[in-house]
């Protein structure tokens, strides 16, 4: 049987991404985004880290990932060069959207595949509400809070990582205890608000923000504060957490006094079922 090969970066590895990946023996990929090299200052914010990608290629069945760094060198390789190496990867099929490139300048394409003696599958684009589903749109509808458009595009909750940092208290002495997490740099620019999300298997109601009622005390940059409709797990105490995003529930807004956050927080639990 012919060797297949899938070829993208896979940020998200969102609906359309998992129709180049399906039936595919191997990947294709970069571990860094190639506009970091040619063009920082328009380096898209990633979805996910390099670890989280390679995982969720795995799980679409794909055996063998091949990662490239992407460096200067690497993008002064010529066509011909580049497909010297997907030879040396064994593959005969290669499956592709239609608007990956290689090579430099990105001249080679599908066409210049088949040239050169491969097998080559464009797959059609993923569709949502009628229009193509990409790495970018997702990004556009993060930066909006829409969140039901985001997993509907990825095909599952968003999700993202982050360490466990120590709280003020503040949360446990209004009886709404926290775990506080600090969330890599890297992750596209989301709302300050309030979320319901899942983390460690139980659903939570998680503010993200600098808590501004909190005044002098406020956070000196955002925090995502996890409040579990439920005792909160072990596993979710410590070290890195992961945190499934289900809804936008409401922006963040800075209260006169600590009893309206509490009737407010209270309210909040109420709309996710939790009295």
């Known amino acids: 049987m012919a060797r297949v090969l899938a070829a993208g970066f896979f940020d998200g590895v969102h609906l359309g991404h998992r129709r180049i990946l ?19 200052s328009e380096a898209p914010p990633l979805l996910m880290t390099f670890g989280e990608r390679v995982a969720a290629i795995r799980a679409c069945g794909v ?23 997907i030879k040396a990867m064994g593959a ?23 040239e050169h003696g491969f097998s080559v599958e464009v797959v059609p684009y993923a569709e949502y509400n009628g229009e193509p589903v990409s790495s970018t749109r997702i990004r556009e509808a993060l930066r909006d809070g829409r969140i039901a458009d985001v997993n509907a595009m990825l095909g599952r909750p968003w999700r993202i990582s982050g ?42 109601i998680a503010n993200w923000g600098v808590a501004p009622t909190m005044g002098e005390h406020a956070w000196l940059e955002p925090v995502l504060e996890l409040h579990f409709l439920g005792e909160c797990p072990l596993e979710c105490q410590e070290g890195s957490v992961a945190v499934d995003f289900l809804r936008f529930v409401r922006p963040e807004r800075k209260f006169a006094t600590l009893d309206e956050l509490k009737a407010q927080i209270e309210s909040d639990c109420r709309a996710l079922g939790h009295v």
């Open 163 to 204: 360490d466990v940092a120590p709280g003020k208290g503040v949360g446990s002495k209004m009886g709404f205890p926290t775990v506080n997490l600090r969330l890599p740099a890297f992750l596209p620019k989301i709302p300050l608000g309030v979320y319901e999300v899942e983390a460690c298997g139980m659903r939570a």
């Open 63 to 85: 055996k063998d990932v091949v990662a490239l760094d992407f460096t200067r060198e690497l993008a002064d390789t010529s066509p011909e060069d580049f497909v010297v190496r």
């Open 92 to 114: 005969e099929v290669v499956r592709c959207g239609a608007n990956w490139r290689f090579g430099r300048g990105g001249a080679g394409d599908a066409e210049f595949l088949r």
């Open 22 to 40: 399906e039936g595919a023996d191997a990947a294709l990929t970069f571990r860094n985004h190639p506009l970091s090299v040619l063009l920082p």
